[in-house]
């Protein structure tokens, strides 16, 4: 990664995404591909007065040796410290980042997907108060994307473009413009467009729809909200007030519907990891909120065992909007990351809500949430439904199905 793009990503991270202030913590998940960036992100950190910079590095190979070699009782269990860490994040206010890019695609191909959510699920247990706290804004959070040579030559390679003698490159070259840093100014120009985000949200708060209709090849779904839905979009805030981007690049508007009332079936335009494996053609059927069927051209199974973590896996905990101008989208590419693929178009997310989005959520109790529509889960993964085939109205409170996205444009 050239070291000027690596300082100002950096910059956007620790200025824009996090607000990262002096005396902070901050706590980066992150490939060893990754390196290069992630030392120019603790060198921004600690220039700024941080006061604990901690590195959690993933290694997919070596999950790898740990599914094929490790007793079978292992992969219900996590070592102690995960849970002491994790009240400890939330406990001290660090800030997360996640970079995601994989180092190896195919480092967990053809493992045992039951083993895959055995070891989700113990992991999910141990980290649930900080899972929690992501999910009602705790803590400032964020995900942004790193480009990696077998991550460019697999996207590049499947798009038919060839990916060079430096994938990794080739790649960036293709994230840059979607991230903003061939601006003169990228941080400013990210405010504009987060801010731009917000409007579009204030619109659809304004409009109080009742339902979300999409419509096209294979779908024809409503997703029913709730008079405690919200829409956002753009930045966040914290409990505490502190402004932060949870995604970069993000060209949504999302809420959190009644997990009871989505109803119709709705077809997958884009693949999605599931699991370990990459779902292809998955499509659902939901009946009072819940998924009654399933399917897939590729990876059926793994999406059905995905299902089966809790009650709320087959309910929605977000409905999100995005239409088909954005940069992510006229790349032409599928990514097989769910960060950016989520932003090139319309998505589901089957597990748990946000409370950002749910008003009077975060002071409820698990019978309360329940009792109004909010659903609560281990997991939350999305599905992209959207194209520029795909068109969305909203019922109002006048009874009307007034168009949101038509022809693959926001209409307002």
Not at 144 to 167: H, I, N, Q
Not at 260 to 289: Q, Y
Not at 315 to 335: C, M, N, Q, Y
Request: charge should be negative; proline fraction near 5%.
């Amino acid at each position: 990664m050239e070291p000027r793009i690596a300082k100002a990503y950096a910059d956007i991270a620790l200025d824009s995404c996090l607000g990262l202030r002096e005396g902070g913590k901050l706590r980066v998940v992150a490939e060893i591909a990754h390196r290069s960036l992630v030392h120019a992100i603790a060198e921004g950190a600690w220039q700024r007065g941080a006061a604990v910079v901690r590195v959690d590095w993933n290694d997919t190979r070596l999950s790898r040796l740990f599914f094929d070699k490790a007793q079978d009782i292992r992969f219900d269990e996590v070592p102690s410290y995960i849970g002491r860490d994790a009240r400890c994040f939330v406990d001290e206010g660090f800030c997360n980042l996640s970079l995601v890019g994989d180092e190896d695609p195919t480092a967990l191909d053809g493992v045992d997907p039951g083993k895959l959510q055995r070891q989700q699920r113990a992991r999910s247990t141990a980290m649930k108060p900080f899972r929690d706290a992501v999910m009602s804004n705790g803590l400032a959070w964020s995900v942004m994307p790193v480009a990696t040579e077998a991550w460019g030559r697999a996207v590049l390679s499947a798009a038919g473009r060839d990916p060079g003698p430096d994938p990794e490159q080739t790649l960036w070259e293709v994230l840059i413009p979607i991230l903003g840093l061939d601006r003169p100014d990228p941080a400013a120009a990210i405010r504009t467009h987060m801010a731009e985000l917000a409007k579009r949200a204030a619109l659809l708060v304004q409009a109080r729809f009742s339902e979300i209709h999409f419509t096209g090849p294979g779908t024809d779904l409503s997703v029913g909200l709730s008079p405690l839905s919200r829409w956002t979009g753009g930045a966040s805030k914290t409990r505490a007030g502190a402004t932060f981007y949870a995604n970069h690049p993000t060209e949504e508007v999302f809420s959190s519907p009644d997990a009871r009332l989505t109803r119709g079936r709705a077809s997958c335009t884009r693949p999605v990891k599931v699991l370990g494996e990459t779902v292809e053609g998955a499509w659902f059927e939901f009946r009072d909120g819940r998924v009654v069927s399933s399917g897939a051209a590729k990876g059926a199974a793994v999406l059905a065992r995905y299902l089966e973590v809790d009650e709320g896996s087959r309910r929605l905990g977000e409905v999100a909007l995005v239409d088909s101008t954005g940069p992510i989208w006229k790349s032409g590419l599928v990514f097989d990351n769910g960060l950016i693929d989520e932003n090139a178009t319309c998505h589901i997310a089957l597990g748990s809500a946000y409370t950002e989005v749910f008003e009077g959520a975060a002071g409820m109790d698990a019978g309360g949430r329940k009792a109004v529509g909010f659903n609560d889960s281990m997991v939350h993964l999305d599905f992209m439904i959207g194209s520029d085939q795909v068109e969305v109205e909203g019922l109002d409170s006048g009874g009307h199905m007034r168009p949101i996205i038509k022809d693959g444009k926001f209409v307002a």
